[in-house]
């Protein structure tokens, strides 16, 4: 069986096209990192200019360190939201990228079989033991993949929960110390 020139650039465009789909994927989570790095600088900025005009109009010392602990609960609450927004960002390009990633994953396998199906029509006596050995890998390979993605789902899914407690802990402590 004979590789048409069809199929090579069938397959050709199918991996530019993934390749394509992931760098925009990378450039919509820059853009959206970008966006949230600048807003979260430009509270930052407003926070402190009204944090040093209420500085600079204390009366005495007792009502300096007033405003000054009064500013450390809304400084953790934005410090706390920003890095929530930030894992939530990865979490969700982390989740598309992996999309893409397996639909073409499948799209390979699927071709690959058929590929390799007509190969063992039209091969020699004989070459069916090393069609049989290719499946064999390709299975092999795919049951890996879908191992690693088990694991790597499961670690997300562990980074997440640590998260969120170590955010949690966070409130609690912020709780308490108000």
Do not use: C, H, W
């Not at 049989?132 to 929960?161: F, H, P």
């Amino acid at each position: 069986m004979n590789v048409t020139p069809d199929q090579i650039s069938s397959a050709n465009k199918a991996g530019v096209e993934m390749i394509l789909g992931i760098a925009n994927t990378q450039f919509a989570a820059f853009e959206r990192l970008s966006a949230l790095n600048f807003n979260a600088t430009k509270a930052a900025f407003e926070a402190g200019v009204r944090q040093t005009k209420a500085l600079l109009g204390a009366k005495d010392v007792q009502e300096l360190v007033s405003l000054n602990s009064a500013a450390a609960q809304p400084n953790l609450e934005n410090a706390i939201s920003y890095s929530r927004s930030v894992y939530e960002l990865a979490t969700q390009t982390q989740s598309e990228v992996n999309k893409l990633i397996e639909s073409q994953a499948a799209e390979f396998n699927r071709n690959m079989v058929t590929f390799l199906d007509k190969v063992s029509k039209t091969a020699p006596a004989g070459s069916d033991v090393a069609v049989a050995a290719v499946k064999s890998a390709l299975a092999a390979a795919n049951s890996a993949y879908d191992s690693i993605a088990k694991v790597a789902k499961q670690a997300t899914e562990m980074a997440e929960a640590n998260f969120t407690a170590a955010t949690n802990v966070a409130k609690e402590a912020k709780k308490k110390a108000a």
